[in-house]
């Protein structure tokens, strides 16, 4: 199975509430501050809500 490299490549600072919550039940917590999240369709619709403030990569496992 694909895992899937998330990257915080911009601040929370202006984002909505909601927003900054889908950012934090991701794992991230300051700009250039990455996670490493299996590619599954939950995580898929997290990252499509935040998807202006994340640059995703697929890397093996």
Do not use: C, W, Y
Request: proline fraction near 2%; charge should be positive; charged fraction near 25%.
């Amino acid at each position: 199975m694909a895992n899937l490299k998330i990257t915080l490549s911009k601040s929370v600072i202006g984002a909505s509430a909601t927003q900054k919550k889908v950012v934090k039940a991701l794992g991230l917590t300051k700009t250039n501050h990455f996670v490493v999240r299996p590619d599954v369709d939950s995580v898929r619709g997290m990252i499509g809500k935040v998807s202006h403030l994340v640059t995703v990569e697929e890397i093996d496992a």
